[in-house]
Each structure stands twice: as C-alpha cells, then as structure tokens.
C-alpha cells in the first residue's frame, strides 16, 4: 500500500516535497518512483530510485527535482524546487520489484502563474 501526500497549491517558482511510505515489506533491490499525469495528457516519469543511488529524472525536471529514499528503503521523497505552471499535474508514487506493480491514489500539484 502506498499513500502519497504533500501536495498543494504553490506559485511559480516555489518548492514542495512530496513524501510516499510503503506499507508493506519493501526490498532494497525494488524500484520506486514519480509519476505524474496532467489532464488530458498521459501519465509520465518525474523520477525513480532503485536501491539508494540508482536515480532516473524526466528532462524536463532534471535539476530543479530530486528524489530520495529513507535508509530502510520504504520511504521516498521528491523534492520540487522552482516550480513551474506547466509541472501542474497529479502525482502518484510507484513500487516495482519482479511481479510487483504498486501505485498510489496520486497527489494533487497545482503551480499557478
């Protein structure tokens, strides 16, 4: 199970951290990541971490996003610094490891202009 939370309203150029703690047993080789979906757009990759150093960004965040993970492996932030109009979107956490294929509800981001 997991449940996202720390979204909000922010304007332009402004910061929130997202923060996703798994439930359940968690492995240190499992991948877990961001994900956002806009409307009428399909979801895309934010960021994933696999292990504690293993780190993937969308181009378009890189630099101004960072993703981290709690040393037990169950938690993941996603710090957002700089925000723009168009990061506006839902966001929903991500567990993958094998067979395994988690999501959250998703968090609303809204970043007005």
């Known amino acids: 199970h997991l449940e996202e939370s720390g979204g909000g309203l922010v304007q332009a150029g402004g910061s929130l951290k997202l923060t996703c703690p798994a439930s359940e047993g968690v492995s240190s080789l499992s991948t877990m990541g961001w994900y956002r979906q806009a409307p009428g757009k399909q979801r895309e990759l934010v960021a994933t971490?696999?292990?504690?150093?293993?780190?993937n960004y969308a181009d378009s965040v890189k630099g101004r996003f960072t993703i981290s993970r709690t040393t037990n492996w169950r938690t993941i932030f996603l710090q957002m610094n700089s925000l723009k109009p168009e990061d506006t979107a839902v966001y929903y956490c991500?567990?993958?490891?094998?067979?395994?294929?988690?999501w959250g509800q998703g968090t609303q981001v809204t970043v007005s202009s």
């Open positions: 971490v696999t292990g504690h150093t293993t780190k």
């Open positions: 991500n567990y993958r490891r094998l067979s395994v294929d988690a």
